[in-house]
């Protein structure tokens, strides 16, 4: 099939000045090999019409802002090609399960809100939040920027390697956007946020793991989630949040039988 030259995009547009209804609206723009669906939105933004509202910033799915809704998948849109949506009309839509503020823009606050109580940052042993990290001087002798051998927050490439594919999240968003249990069950705290727990969790440094249990071991942290799946699929950077609610399912269960056979309680 030959390229074409030109390719529609319908795009969902949601302007609550002028209607409480969304709608989509139909854009012709040249089809270029290399343009991904960002690049059409920005051609539309910039050539036919300025009023659509999105979302992105880096252009190289670094930043994860950009997600949206292409076809019905949830994608970077500036990872989406448009050659891969061909005939067209390529469907264009807000991520599903967040409120949608303005055309392709979601209301964002109630994920904020959820990462936040995971608290994901390093814990530091007794103290606050980042407490207790490494830094100090080169050893004698060291080259600069050497670790200090004292440093104590040294890891080896196991330990890295425990949590390491939870750092790639970039809070795109997509997790949430194919998982069921998120329409379902608004107060779930969602897979990257549970996939972030665990990434300081699995953290050899972070002594944290107390404080995001009340939350990750409530009836709406790891619990509502049925093992679908789709969150470890869509997810651009390879992590894996399936997996690591199931890691904690059993790590929870683990801890309060532990505590029903010492008497203590959870
Ligand atoms: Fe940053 Fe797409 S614009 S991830």
């Known amino acids: 099939m030959s390229a074409p030259e030109a390719v529609e995009l319908e795009v969902f547009r949601y302007r609550p000045e ?25 051609h539309v933004k910039e050539e036919l019409d300025g009023t659509l509202s999105y979302r992105w ?7 994860g802002s950009c997600g949206l809704e292409v076809d019905g998948e949830p994608v970077l849109s500036c990872a989406a090609y448009l050659e891969d949506h061909l005939p067209g009309p390529i469907r264009v839509g807000p991520l599903r ?15 904020v809100a959820k990462l936040e109580r995971v608290k994901p940052w390093i814990i530091g042993e007794g103290e606050g939040a980042g407490a207790g990290r490494g830094g100090g001087a080169a050893p004698d ?31 795109c968003l997509l997790c949430y956007a194919a998982c069921p249990i998120h329409e379902l069950a608004p107060g779930f705290l969602g897979p990257a946020a ?25 009836r709406d942290g790891v619990w509502p989630c ?6 470890s699929s869509v997810c651009p950077k390879g992590v894996d949040p399936a997996g690591a609610i199931q890691r904690y399912k059993v790590t929870a269960a683990r801890q309060w039988f532990s505590a029903l056979v010492s008497g203590g309680e959870r």
Do not use: K
């Open 57 to 63: 910033s880096c252009r190289m799915g670094v930043c």
């Open 18 to 42: 002028r209607s409480d209804e969304p709608e989509m609206e139909r854009y012709e723009i040249p089809f270029r090999p290399d343009w991904t669906v960002l690049d059409g939105l920005n």
């Open 97 to 111: 399960g967040f409120p949608v503020i303005r055309d392709l823009v979601g209301d964002i606050s109630d994920f």
């Open 226 to 231: 049925t093992f679908v799946g789709e969150c």
């Open 141 to 171: 002798g060291a080259p600069d920027g050497a670790p200090d051998p004292g440093e104590p927050h040294r890891q080896t490439p196991a330990e890295l390697a425990e949590y390491d594919q939870y750092s790639h999240c970039i809070n």
């Open 194 to 218: 549970i996939a972030l727990a665990q990434r300081y969790n699995l953290d050899s440094r972070d002594r944290g793991a107390e404080d995001r249990r009340v939350v990750l071991a409530a």
